[in-house]
């Protein structure tokens, strides 16, 4: 369990053992700090990400300050700005891109998979090519239809690229490290909701561990189970951006239905680290909308692993097959809600 | 063209040997893949030769160059090993990258080339933004149909801005596969530097000593001053853009094979040598085992 020890000795760092846990967004922009300060070789390249403004999201503030031409403003140029990470990640440095929105993602869509994902390979050798994008995504804030995406699922499977998202429970800090240390270009997905949420808290009925070994700091998979109960009914596994959506049905379930439910939350996407159900249904959950997703992903997995063991096919449930529309009743209708999870898994029990 | 038969005597053995190789190089892979002994692609710079040959003594080694899809004679006006290209090419014992990279996908000491148009232009400027101060600068080739795509503009934009060590050669052949200039560029690479303030030099000629002397001083300013510059040539492709793939009117091809040092080179003593010794070459390379690829 060290994790949960790094967790606490961050949360110490934070000055926050005696006041609540540092919100998502500061715990980010604290673990950005510290990369900075340990490593001399580490750039930052984002729109609007430098002092005063301090990016659109504020991940970035301080940075510029305290690190001068380390941390860089950029042109408004996704596609480039992914390259010049690459650039400095080939000839030596490491670079963390920020996106402002993961939708604008689409415009790195080359830089990513034609060249920093396939430098690292296709010239025959391991080139390290150390380099994290950072895309905040989700919706549930009426940004409307192309400031709200989870584009995640357009980049599973593109080898040589590893998708990450944050989560409340994985260490910052610990989980960058991670990253940098593979010399893979590593997405992270940041759910913009998730910034406002405190870190390693998941309410007072559950406990929140780590399963199995990561081959690299960060790539645990954190359990949140119930405090003293058995074998769960249902196991949900949803990425960070859903955690609080999954906590929020899990807690109804048991309250209203009697339903005990565990929820696995994986840091890295892709390539898929070991989930290990403790229960025989099993639910994905994630923000994407339907279609292709990182949960058919998971459900494949699955299935060919422990179908025996299980008792009814992985249930997916994620956004409508849609737009995502920017009035927030419309939006609610489209994105994955915690209902949605409720439902799924009732529908799944029984 | 007696300026040109002239140039071409003039050339020091050093500089001839290098733009034989290449020539040889080209044609050897254009025939190899006629008989049937080279599958997939390749894209050759015949005619456009002596541009690496020029640039090579202004570079360092330290310098990093990113290539393009036409970059065998890039990469041989560097490092000069044929065996290893050819041997990358066939996918052979002794392979650049294993046989992984091929024609266009080539990292060699401080020589990388990748396949996509443009992608390599925010690429150097990363690069170069971590040479800066130190000298060394990051050279890209780019052709004219290259600035179609916006990654040049959004390049450009920020080398310009952040004053980092990249030197940008286009390589104008006056045409993109099958496109003639003319079809695909409006206005010109000169006003395209222009508009972000960046120096930019046109050079028609094919003289060597020509070209290094106009280039030498801008050079040197991109390493001390750390001033981004766009160096145009003004050049002919003499084959087709891959294989057996050209469509150019007879005159129009008259006029790239006029422009072609190697008429004045050819059936000398250094030619034959040079001939002679791709064709061992291309023999040894031949008969070598496949590539192993061992994977990380």
Request: include cysteine; hydrophobic fraction near 45%.
């Amino acid at each position: 369990m060290t994790d949960v020890a790094d967790a606490r000795q961050s949360a110490a760092r934070e000055g926050a053992v005696q006041g609540p846990a540092p919100r998502v967004a500061e715990h980010l922009n604290r673990a950005l700090h510290d990369l900075l300060e340990a490593d001399p070789d580490l750039h930052v390249l984002g729109e609007d990400i430098t002092d005063p403004y301090g990016g659109a999201f504020k991940i970035t503030k301080g940075l510029s300050t305290r690190f001068g031409d380390r941390v860089r403003s950029t042109p408004i140029s996704e596609g480039a700005i992914t390259g010049v990470g690459a650039g400095l990640a080939l000839a030596g440095a490491k670079a963390i891109v920020e996106i402002m929105f993961a939708d604008f993602v689409t415009l790195a869509f080359d830089q990513l998979a034609n060249f920093a994902a396939k430098s690292t390979a296709m010239y025959g050798r391991p080139v390290p090519v150390p380099l994290i994008v950072r895309c905040p995504s989700g919706g549930n804030r009426g940004y409307g239809a192309t400031h709200s995406q989870s584009p995640q699922k357009h980049f599973i499977g593109i080898p040589g690229l590893r998708v990450y998202e944050l989560t409340p429970f994985h260490d910052a800090t610990r989980l960058l490290a991670g990253m940098l240390e593979q010399g893979l270009p590593c997405l992270l997905f940041e759910d913009k909701v998730l910034y406002t949420r405190r870190m390693f808290e998941a309410g007072p009925l559950f406990r929140v561990g780590f399963a199995g070994r990561g081959a690299y700091p960060g790539d645990e998979v954190a359990r949140v189970s119930l405090d003293g109960g058995g074998e769960p009914d249902c196991t949900l596994i949803v990425p960070g951006g859903v955690a609080h959506r999954a906590l929020a049905a899990a807690e109804d379930l048991l309250m209203e239905h009697e339903v005990v439910c565990e929820i696995l939350v994986p840091s890295r996407l892709h390539p898929l680290p070991e989930l290990l159900p403790a229960s025989r249904h099993v639910v994905v959950a994630e923000e994407s909308t339907a279609g292709g997703t990182w949960g058919a992903d998971v459900a494949a997995a699955l299935h060919s692993r422990m179908w025996p063991a299980l008792r009814k096919p992985v249930t997916l449930v994620s956004s409508a097959d849609s737009v995502i529309p920017a009035a927030a009743h419309l939006e609610r209708e489209v994105l994955l809600q915690p209902g949605d999870i409720r439902r799924a898994v009732l529908e799944t029990v029984t | 063209m007696t300026g040109l038969a002239e140039a071409v005597r003039g050339l020091s053995t050093e500089d001839l040997r290098s733009l034989l190789l290449i020539r040889h190089f080209e044609l050897s892979l254009l025939r190899l893949f006629e008989a049937g002994q080279i599958g997939g692609t390749t894209h050759t710079c015949l005619g456009q030769e002596y541009i690496p040959v020029a640039l090579s003594p202004l570079l360092r080694p330290d310098d990093y160059v990113f290539s393009n899809h036409r970059g065998h004679g890039h990469l041989l006006a560097r490092y000069g090993d044929a065996p290893g290209l050819l041997a990358e090419i066939m996918g052979r014992e002794g392979a650049l990258c294993s046989g992984v990279g091929g024609s266009q996908h080539i990292y060699h000491h401080r020589f990388l080339s990748t396949g996509v148009q443009g992608e390599s232009l925010p690429v150097a400027v990363g690069t170069a933004l971590r040479l800066k101060g130190t000298g060394a600068l990051a050279c890209v080739h780019v052709g004219d149909g290259t600035w179609g795509e916006g990654a040049v503009y959004e390049a450009l934009n920020m080398a310009a801005l952040w004053r980092v060590p990249l030197l940008v050669v286009v390589e104008n052949n006056g045409i993109a596969q099958s496109t003639p200039t003319h079809r695909h560029l409006a206005g010109t690479i000169a006003a395209r530097a222009a508009a972000f303030d960046l120096p930019h030099i046109r050079l028609a000629t094919t003289d060597i000593g020509t070209i290094r002397a106009e280039l030498a001083p801008l050079v040197a300013a991109v390493r001390e001053e750390s001033c981004p510059i766009v160096v145009e040539f003004v050049t002919h492709r003499l084959g087709p853009h891959s294989k057996g793939d050209d469509t150019r009117p007879a005159q129009e091809l008259d006029e790239a094979r006029a422009a072609d040092w190697y008429r004045h080179a050819a059936g000398g003593d250094l030619d034959l040598e040079i001939q002679a010794l791709v064709g061992r070459i291309v023999a040894d390379v031949s008969a070598r085992p496949l590539s192993v690829w061992e994977r990380a």
